[in-house]
């Protein structure tokens, strides 16, 4: 009986033993555990709720900053549609801040004092330059009311239509929609011009449907700091193609270059005269810029140096 006690003793001893230096070769191996790995593990515990933290509050960040930009953007939206002959220069001036641009038109015409113009002295133009268009208005020096204003779309992201009551007239399309041709009637007076020496260009159409009550002048066309659309003005002398709207009735070409074809080519700019300015004073007041620094306003302003023709000097003897 001794005998198999002390087997017993030693089979437990021996198992104990071998058991002993099984949890001693885990705690070799746990204790030559890579020193990297040990350093990515820190790293991971203290930089992952960083870099997490950072993420979140820039995707916060930026989330609010477009939120505010769209609210900014539909407010602007909002009050460019409801502009009307008649409104204050302080209902504007409190929607959208103080004018970029203030000049009397009485300045315009100082070049020149062979040619004297109805608005010489009776309005003050302000210039607003929004982030989605530039609102050019002309007030009654009498009275700071509004007598004529142009909107020229500058963020084709942004659509602005027309004033409701008038949005009709173009089938309730935005600014840069639809063509000359799209506006409902025949306009009263159609032409642009080209200037050689920094390549600005503009063109108008002059539209007055003599309703009861509406003897606004209505003006669309385009300006070379507003969005782009399809344009293309043609040198002097080429023959305008009239389409079945004005083939009948052709209208009064001011300027000197004209579109060829009113279907192919789109407005960027709207605009409203009161109807005691004449007709030709509302259309040469589209493309006034006078009285400020319009060319800075355009996408890129000194493009015209790198299309400008080089002539040699040879070549002129």
């Not at 000194?302 to 040879?314: A, G, L, N, R, S």
Request: proline residues 3%; aromatic residues 14%.
């Amino acid at each position: 009986m001794n005998i198999h006690i002390v087997k017993k003793y030693r089979t437990y001893s021996y198992k104990a033993k071998r058991i002993t230096c099984s949890k001693s070769n885990n705690t070799k191996k746990n204790k030559n555990i890579p020193v990297y790995k040990i350093i990515i593990w820190i790293l991971s515990i203290i930089i992952i709720p960083i870099f997490t933290a950072f993420v979140s509050d820039y995707l916060i960040e930026q989330t609010l900053k477009n939120v505010a930009r769209e609210e900014k953007h539909n407010m602007q939206i909002e009050t460019l549609e409801n502009i009307y002959i008649g409104c204050s220069k302080e209902w504007i001036d409190e929607k959208l801040g103080a004018p970029t641009f203030i000049y009397s038109t009485s300045k315009i015409n100082s070049y020149n004092d062979n040619y004297k113009s109805e608005y010489d002295n009776d309005y003050i133009s302000c210039v607003y330059s929004t982030d989605i268009a530039v609102l050019k208005v002309y007030y009654l020096k009498e009275n700071l009311s509004c007598k004529a204003y142009y909107i020229t779309s500058t963020n084709k992201d942004c659509h602005i239509k027309l004033p409701k009551a008038y949005r009709s007239f173009v089938n309730n399309k935005s600014i840069g929609d639809f063509s000359y041709y799209d506006i409902n009637g025949a306009p009263e007076i159609v032409g642009g011009g080209i200037s050689n020496g920094n390549m600005r260009e503009f063109y108008g159409e002059l539209f007055n449907y003599n309703s009861a009550g509406n003897y606004y002048s209505f003006i669309f066309g385009f300006l070379d700091y507003g969005i782009e659309v399809p344009f293309k003005l043609f040198p002097p002398g080429t023959e305008i193609e009239w389409d079945d709207k004005t083939v009948n009735c052709k209208p009064k070409i001011k300027g000197i270059h004209n579109i060829n074809n009113r279907k192919e080519n789109t407005p960027n700019t709207f605009g409203i005269a009161d109807g005691s300015i004449s007709y030709e004073t509302a259309w040469y007041l589209l493309s006034d810029s006078y009285g400020f620094d319009s060319f800075q306003l355009k996408k890129q302003p000194h493009e015209y140096i790198d299309t400008m023709k080089k002539v040699d000097i040879d070549e002129i003897e």
